[in-house]
C-alpha cells in the first residue's frame, strides 16, 4: 500500500507561555486524528483485513475521522463553553478536511475531494447524535453504527467478514482512548501533546450535540 500523507508537525507546542488560540487548538488536534485515523487503517490491514486500494482506504480513514470529530464535541461538550467549542470544531473539520484533499489528490488525481468529507461529517453529526455515550466513552450503538460503515466500505469478502467485531472491539475503544488523553490534557492546559510516536507511515518519518454540523463553507 502507498504511504498516507499527514504533515508532521515539531513539538514546540509546551514551549512556549502564551495560551493556544482555538484555531491554534484545532489544528494540533487536526494532526492528531489525522494520526490515529491513519494508525487504525494500518492496523487493519495488519489484522489481515483486505482493502482493494489506497482510495478505498482513505475511505476507512474518512469514517474514522468523523467518529473521532464527533467524539471531540461530545467530551467537550459539557467542558467548554459553547462558542470555544464550535470554533474548536469548525477548525478540526477544516483541518482534517484539508488532510482528506490533499491525499485524494495525490491517489485519485484533481478534484473537490473537500466537499464530500465535509458533507461525511455533517451526515454522522445527525446520524451519532442520539446514539449513546457516557463518562466511559462512545457505547454500543455508537461503536456498531461505525463497525457497520467501516465493514459497508470495505465489502463482504471473506477476510473482512469479521471487521465489524474488530472496529467494536479494538480500533474503536483504542481511538477513544486515545483522543481522549489529548482532549483531556487540552482541557487542562490548552496544549496538546504532539510527539510523533514511534512508528508512523507519515510522509516524514442534550441542547442537541453536533445540530449545526461540522463546518459550512470556508
Known amino acids: 500500500m502507498a504511504r498516507i500523507k499527514g504533515k508532521p508537525l515539531r513539538n514546540k507546542w509546551h514551549k512556549h507561555k502564551k495560551p493556544k488560540t482555538v484555531d491554534e487548538q484545532a489544528g494540533a488536534l487536526g494532526y492528531i486524528v489525522w494520526r490515529l485515523a491513519q494508525d487504525a487503517a494500518i492496523n487493519l490491514h495488519g489484522e489481515d483485513f483486505i482493502y482493494n486500494d489506497d482510495t478505498q482506504r482513505l475511505d476507512v ?24 467549542r464550535d470554533r474548536l470544531i469548525n477548525g478540526l473539520g477544516i483541518k482534517v478536511a484539508g488532510y482528506m484533499q490533499d491525499n485524494r489528490q495525490d491517489w485519485q488525481g484533481p478534484g473537490d475531494y473537500k466537499t464530500p468529507f465535509v458533507n461525511l461529517l455533517n451526515d454522522r453529526f445527525g446520524d451519532y447524535a442520539d446514539l449513546t455515550f457516557n463518562q466511559d466513552g462512545p457505547g454500543y450503538s455508537l461503536l456498531r453504527f461505525l463497525g457497520h460503515a467501516v465493514q459497508k466500505l470495505m465489502g463482504p469478502g471473506h ?21 481522549r488523553a489529548s482532549m483531556d490534557s487540552l482541557l487542562a492546559t490548552g496544549e496538546i501533546d504532539l510527539t510523533p510516536p514511534a512508528q508512523t507511515e507519515l510522509e516524514d518519518h442534550r441542547p442537541e450535540v453536533g445540530k449545526d454540523g461540522v463546518i459550512g463553507p470556508d
Open 61 to 84: 480513514i474518512a469514517e474514522l475521522l468523523a467518529f473521532m470529530v464527533h467524539l471531540v464535541d461530545r467530551i467537550a461538550y459539557q467542558a467548554m463553553p459553547q462558542a470555544h
Open 159 to 179: 477476510q473482512n467478514k469479521w471487521v465489524i467485531d474488530q472496529i467494536m472491539d479494538i480500533e474503536a475503544p483504542e481511538l477513544y482512548k486515545r483522543l
